[in-house]
């Protein structure tokens, strides 16, 4: 049976790595503070918030969440990101995901302070990485990939060996998790397929995804993915978070994989919850550093009368 990639370990780690990094940002004098907009009350977009804002207290980020009813207008979403571009204690702005219907995401995103966009989402941002040179890497395309490289190192393959040789198929297409995660594996010189709804709607997706030796799943769709629709010995990264409401009543996480079957087939393969959420949020919180630091580069030097 498969082996278990365990997303919290790994999150563990990178947190540990994360509090020394904080610390020598401020060390340097670094001013580092993420903040978050939502619009809107979204199930799925409150939770991650509220992950964030645990996290950032754990680690030493200030953070700062402004919320805007979703009867707001555009306008209104634009001028609140004017003033978070404008705010220099403010080095990270997260728009969450979704916007209410009625609101342009791509307006939305081109009026965030490209130098602040921990998620790349500014055209600016998204270009360089689809050009193979990312200022920000998207937090879940760089967890697919870091859990990966951890997962290769600690069974000993050689990560330059395994991705030239390996299919990589990413299932979705989306501009924040499955665009960014085919640039990363064009990135490490490995073959890549992407495959969306309409394949699934025309041949059925397991025509694509058996070719797979990794899997990267990213559609949004609980259970997805079938023991039919994977080869033996694939190496499997579930990205999907679905709520599902029990008998009871409690909701509870499900990924895109159905784990039961497809786990008895692979090689590895990240359970949900527990494998690439934790690490994401993490890295979400890297990329808030790395921004602030960019920051403090590119700002021109106080004047000292
Ligand atoms: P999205 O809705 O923006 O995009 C979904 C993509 O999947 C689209 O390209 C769509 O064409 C494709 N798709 C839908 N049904 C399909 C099917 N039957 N076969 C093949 N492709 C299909 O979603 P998103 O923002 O990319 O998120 C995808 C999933 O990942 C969601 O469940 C989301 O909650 C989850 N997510 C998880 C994390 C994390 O940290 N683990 C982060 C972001 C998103």
Not at 233 to 254: E, F, K, L, Q
Request: glycine share 10%.
């Amino acid at each position: 049976s498969a082996e278990v990639i365990d997303g919290r370990a790994c999150a563990r780690r990178l947190k540990e790595q994360l509090v020394r990094d904080v610390s020598a940002a401020r060390a340097d004098g670094v001013g580092i503070g993420l903040a978050t907009l939502a619009v809107g009350d979204q199930y799925s977009a409150g939770a991650y918030e509220r992950r964030l804002r645990r996290l950032a207290a754990e680690v030493g980020v200030p953070y700062l969440h402004r919320s805007l009813p979703g009867t707001a207008s555009e306008a209104d979403v634009l001028a609140e990101l004017e003033v978070l571009g404008a705010d220099p204690s403010v080095t990270g702005i997260l728009v969450l995901r979704p916007l209410p219907p009625g609101i342009d995401e791509a307006r939305v995103f081109r009026a965030v302070d490209p130098l602040k966009d921990v998620e790349s989402v500014h055209p600016e941002n998204a270009g360089l990485l689809a050009l193979g040179v990312p200022r920000f890497v998207p937090s879940t395309a760089a967890s697919v990939f870091h859990l990966l490289d951890t997962w290769l190192d600690s069974v000993g393959e050689d990560r330059a060996a395994f991705y030239h040789r390996a299919n990589i198929v990413v299932v979705g297409r989306s501009n924040n998790v499955g665009k960014p995660a085919i640039s990363l594996g064009y990135e490490r010189q490995a073959t890549v397929q992407s495959v969306d709804e309409w394949a699934d709607r025309t041949t059925g997706i397991g025509r694509h995804t058996r070719w797979a030796d990794v899997l990267v799943v990213a559609a949004g769709k609980a259970g997805l993915i079938r023991a039919e629709h994977v080869s033996e010995g694939a190496v499997v990264i579930d990205v999907g978070i679905n709520p599902r409401t029990g008998a009871d009543g409690s909701v509870h996480m499900v990924g895109d994989v159905d784990f039961e079957s497809v786990a008895p087939r692979v090689r590895a393969i990240t359970p949900v919850p527990g494998g690439v959420g934790p690490v994401t949020d993490v890295w979400l919180l890297r990329n808030t550093v790395t921004a602030a630091r960019l920051v403090a580069g590119a700002r021109t030097p106080v004047e000292v009368p």
